[in-house]
């Protein structure tokens, strides 16, 4: 049996670019991929405008805790996706490293935060694809 192949979301406060991503490959993947999210400064709890967009498609992500990125993260993934926010990672030989530049989503609300989702889900459908058809 192979390995389920890991990927890691990495944004700063790991409150919304990273929790959007990771909870639209957890959908899209069913099970298929294991995924993970952390920030080098994880905030007390999710973006609330992030949670409502996710809602509006039926995901729930408001029992996330935002997660302090550790080196044994990266070294468990094989994908590891920067999120547009300036965040650094450990460098591991083999590993594939990923930045998404994406719009900050903090402190706006949802009707700002929606073309976000869309681009990570679009971002996020096509990884899918790409892993899983690898």
């Not at 509006?56 to 468990?76: F, I, N, Q, Y």
């Not at 490293?97 to 681009?119: K, N, T």
Request: proline residues 7%; glycine residues 8%; contains cysteine.
């Amino acid at each position: 049996m192979t390995r389920k192949p890991e990927v890691l979301f990495v944004c700063v406060h790991n409150a919304g670019r990273s929790q959007m991503a990771a909870a639209l490959l957890q959908h899209y993947s069913l099970g298929r991929i294991a995924v993970r999210s952390a920030g080098s400064e994880p905030a007390d709890k999710v973006n609330p405008a992030a949670a409502a967009a996710l809602a509006e498609w039926g995901l729930d992500v408001t029992a996330e805790v935002p997660s302090k990125l550790s080196t044994e993260d990266v070294e468990a993934s094989d994908v590891v996706i920067t999120m547009g926010c300036g965040d650094t990672c450990p460098v591991f030989p083999g590993k594939r490293y990923l930045d998404w530049p994406l719009e900050d989503p903090a402190g706006q609300g949802v009707d700002a935060v929606r073309p976000i989702r869309d681009e990570i889900d679009r971002r996020v459908r096509g990884l899918v694809a790409e892993i899983l058809d690898a």
